[in-house]
Nanobody, 125 residues
């Protein structure tokens, strides 16, 4: 059974950076789409970025474009989310998810079936 584990969350000041990791075990991420979602206090889970491993295509929500970078080192079973210039409104639990597909746009919760447990990111001074 495949499993995803997120790590790298924490407390950071506004303007700071964090790098989240999503590590897959029990299966290879090759040919999968990997997406990052977040859910803020009292809010709905929203897709913020996805990566298609088959062609390397990437997509970002407008709220994180030009600040966040999704990546995967060649052949690794880990996907990263580099988060720069963090803002208080980025405070949320961040989840990674994967599906045997390609991502064509900002990811939708309903399109992904394998999820990690989440990692908390708090942006506060």
């Amino acid at each position: 059974q495949g499993k995803l584990v997120e790590s790298g969350g924490g407390l950071v000041q506004p303007g700071g950076s964090l790098r989240l990791s999503c590590t897959a075990s029990g299966f290879s991420l090759d040919y999968y789409a990997i997406a990052w979602f977040r859910q803020g206090p009292g809010g709905e889970r929203e897709g913020i970025s996805c990566l298609s491993t088959i062609d390397g295509s990437k997509h970002y929500a407008d709220s994180v474009k030009d600040r966040f970078i999704i990546s995967r080192d060649n052949g690794e079973n880990v996907v990263y989310l580099q988060m720069n210039n963090l803002k208080p409104e980025d405070t949320a639990t961040y989840y990674c998810a994967t599906e045997w597909t390609t991502c064509l746009d900002v990811p939708l919760v309903s399109s992904y079936n394998t999820w990690g447990q989440g990692t908390q990111v708090t942006v506060s001074s």
